[in-house]
């Protein structure tokens, strides 16, 4: 996924109100961005951040800067929760994903469930109709584990107890965690952070849900899904 216009350095003054941060650019100037992410961003909201925003000239946009991408030690991670769905759904269409790779449709936002909409429906004769859920990962606290979540996701939890019953009615179905923290090797739960998310995550996984995690390549033009990335969790 390319940026509409390549990111534009800055340092964080402040995250606030969730969605907006307020952000010095190169030439000192302070800026209001849109924040697109409403987790606790975790290691990824100090001041003096060194981010990266996407300007836009969008005359129905209040916010002329969007924040996309963070720094911390000099290391890119992506923030913002809809580019995950967006790189998935390219890889998926250029058969990338390996495990999924057989399937040549690939729809979004299909309704199932309780009043949801799982990110991708996947459908190729011959096969079982595959539901993949797709999450966004960007937190680190130790060595090179990636951890989800960063706070408590009652909605989380849900997805992967409607991703059982697809499995229960014959379909496969996929949580797919996609780690925009570069340099992560591994992925694990949060379970401190959300203990009924990881219950939740172990009866699904017992109930044939398939859990993997793709790490991504990051950069101040691009966001492109990586290769897969252990998953391991007890």
């Known amino acids: 996924m390319r940026f509409q216009t390549p990111l534009v350095p800055g340092t964080l003054i402040r995250r606030y109100k969730r969605f907006l941060a307020e952000v010095e650019l190169a030439d000192g100037a302070i800026v209001t961005a849109h924040c697109p992410n409403p987790g606790s961003m975790m290691g990824l909201k100090a001041p003096g951040l060194k981010v990266w925003l996407e300007p836009n000239d969008d005359p129905k946009k209040k916010l002329k800067y969007g924040w996309r991408v963070a720094e911390p030690g000099g290391v890119m991670v992506g923030i913002d929760t809809a580019t995950p769905n967006r790189i998935v759904k390219e890889a998926l269409e250029a058969r990338r994903v390996t495990e999924l790779a057989d399937y040549g449709t ?47 996701t009652t909605r989380g939890a849900k997805h992967l107890y409607e991703l059982s019953d697809m499995v229960a009615q014959g379909h496969r179905a996929i949580m797919l965690y996609v780690v925009q923290y570069m340099g992560c090797g591994r992925f694990t739960l949060a379970e401190d ?21 793709y790490g991504c390549d990051v950069s101040p033009e691009e966001i492109t899904l990586a290769g897969p990335m252990p998953v391991i969790v007890d």
Do not use: C, I, Q
């Open 193 to 213: 952070l959300d203990p009924a998310y990881a219950k939740a995550y172990r009866a699904a996984r017992e109930a044939g849900v398939e859990m993997l995690a």
């Open 106 to 152: 690939v729809r979004p936002e299909v309704k199932y469930g309780t009043n949801s909409r799982v990110d991708f429906l996947l459908t190729e004769p011959g096969l079982p109709d595959a539901y993949v859920e797709v999450k966004n990962v960007h937190l680190l606290r130790r060595d090179d584990w990636a951890e989800f979540p960063d706070s408590v």
